[in-house]
T-cell receptor, first 114, second 117 residues
């Protein structure tokens, strides 16, 4: 039973560069969520997919952020023109609509923007 | 808007003792779920326990149990026989119950629990 996986686990980039993260949810899960977590804080919601449809985007998700889930399986989160304030842990979670909204989290991608 | 409050930034406990972490929340929903997640240092967020609001019985998972007081909107986590591996940050979380935000989790600020040998 494989859990949620994320790639890469760590990313260091220079300000202004673009980065892309990937999330592979648990195979039968139709819902996928992205969260951002800064040090010592709880995760904050970024965006949510049900199958391939992106149903909500947080106001935290500026125009530089885009997320896709093209075939309702894996998802990508891209940040364009990164800023130092984007440094954080980006968490992906997935759930199955018959399992009481329980979300299972991946290990996260830690982004550091220099 | 839903809010989740954890009023204890840090807690500590001796190994084998019992500790209780507090969480309060605010919602206008009647049927919902509540979750406790554990995040060990530099490691993955793990589900600890889940409570369904329409069930009067408090959830229990081995050494972990909750005290759910629906009227008071309180959801505390009790850890019995604490172990060194319980050292982690603990988050209380509450999902949106409907609409396009269905399932979106709102997290509390977290409580850092340290178990001492």
């Amino acid at each position: 039973d494989t859990g949620v996986s994320q790639d890469p686990r760590h990313k260091i980039t220079k300000r202004g560069q673009n980065v892309t993260f990937r999330c592979d949810p648990i195979s039968e899960h139709n819902r996928l969520y992205w969260y951002r977590q800064t040090l010592g804080q709880g995760p904050e919601f970024l965006t949510y997919f049900q199958n391939e449809a992106q149903l909500e985007k947080s106001r935290l998700l500026s125009d530089r952020f885009s997320a896709e889930r093209p075939k309702g399986s894996f998802s990508t989160l891209e940040i364009q023109r990164t800023e130092q304030g984007d440094s954080a842990m980006y968490l992906c979670a997935s759930s199955y609509d018959l399992e009481a909204e329980t979300q299972y989290f991946g290990p996260g991608t830690r982004l550091l923007v220099l | 808007a839903q809010t989740v409050t954890q009023s204890q930034p840090e807690m500590s406990v001796q190994e084998a003792e019992t500790v209780t972490l507090s969480c309060t929340y605010d919602t206008s929903e009647n049927n919902y779920y509540l979750f406790w997640y554990k995040q060990p240092p530099s490691r993955q967020m793990i589900l600890v326990i889940r409570q369904e609001a329409y069930k009067q019985q408090n959830a229990t998972e081995n050494r972990f149990s909750v005290n759910f007081q629906k009227a008071a909107k309180s959801f505390s986590l009790k850890i019995s026989d604490s172990q060194l591996g319980d050292t982690a940050m603990y988050f209380c979380a509450f999902p949106n119950a409907g609409g396009t935000s269905y399932g979106k989790l709102t997290f509390g600020q977290g409580t850092i629990l340290t178990v001492h040998p």
